[in-house]
């Protein structure tokens, strides 16, 4: 069964009071090169001081699942995406992504069965949502799970094919120059409130330097030079920003993608956790090679 509240709340007593390890009852014996079992590794690594502190949203799943390299199953994966609030709050994914019928399911995405989600969207322009033993973040299915749509609170009702998302889009696919029309045209609508959605703050209210704080994640939405310069260059160091445009294709471009891809499931809070710990889990078991078996 998918992770609930109240799961996920038991399982953290159960790390930190070590019941774990008294109910499985190992002791350790013999052979110090031996292969430890995942539960004898455990201990061991509770002994050393390896297991870390309650935190994280997936704190559980990283700690008892990810680091132990336990295999997912694709039944599990296959629980998921008919069940309801298994990323967070909303309707379980084949609800809206069933078949491979576009008049039937959105994008003709079929997240019902293995094959469908390895082969997916099959409405034109066919893509896949991620690609089998390849760390899955930045891939769609993953990243429409995390990353909330910009401005922050955006719900999906609200068009992303108005003038001023269009003006975006156009100059990143046609090169993302410093020119005329980037000044005069693309630039200024950074700057300004309630240009991508009502109510909304400026890009640069959240996105004005290159320094964290007080800029989230050290993007520079001010000038061409912070734009082409990317997120986290103090973090991760100028040669290993993370660059937010790339130049004739906006569908890579982390700009674009933020003002133009809802979070799913649809409306849920961009205040729910973006690394839920059944998101981790999909994304290991993608990144172990999306077994159907």
């Known amino acids: 069964m998918p992770f609930l509240s109240a799961t996920k709340h038991q399982l953290v007593q159960i790390a930190k009071a070590g019941c774990v390890v008294a109910a499985l009852g190992f002791a350790f014996a013999g052979n110090a090169h031996a292969q430890r079992t995942i ?120 068009s992303t094919f108005t003038p001023n998302h269009m003006l975006v889009k156009q100059w990143i696919a046609d090169g993302a120059k410093n020119d005329d029309n980037f000044t005069k045209n693309v630039l200024p609508l950074f700057k300004t409130a309630n240009a991508f959605g009502p109510e909304t703050p400026a890009c640069t209210a959240c996105h004005m330097s290159n320094q964290e704080p007080p800029s989230f994640h050290e993007l520079n939405l001010k000038t061409y030079e912070g734009i082409m310069l990317g997120a986290d260059s103090v973090a991760k160091g100028v040669d290993k920003a993370t660059k937010v445009i790339v130049p004739g294709k906006p569908e890579l471009s982390f700009v674009w993608q933020h003002l133009a891809e809802d979070r799913m499931p649809p409306g849920i809070s961009p205040s729910e956790a973006r690394d839920h710990p059944n998101t981790t889990i999909l994304a290991a078991w993608i990144k172990q090679g999306a077994k159907c078996d």
């Open 39 to 158: 539960a004898e590794q455990f201990i061991q690594d509770m002994k050393d001081g390896k297991v870390s502190e309650a935190g994280a949203e997936d704190h559980v799943v990283q700690e008892l699942i990810i680091k132990r390299s336990i295999p997912i199953t694709y039944q599990y994966i296959n629980n998921l995406m008919s069940t309801p609030n298994a990323f967070g709050p909303g309707v379980a994914c084949t609800v809206c992504h069933n078949s491979q019928d576009a008049s039937k399911s959105y994008r003709g995405l079929d997240l019902s069965t293995c094959k469908g989600m390895i082969e997916g969207a099959t409405e034109k322009p066919k893509r896949t949502v991620f690609k089998p033993g390849v760390e899955p973040k930045r891939d769609i299915l993953i990243r429409r799970l995390r990353n909330n749509r910009m401005p922050l609170g955006l719900g999906f009702e609200n």
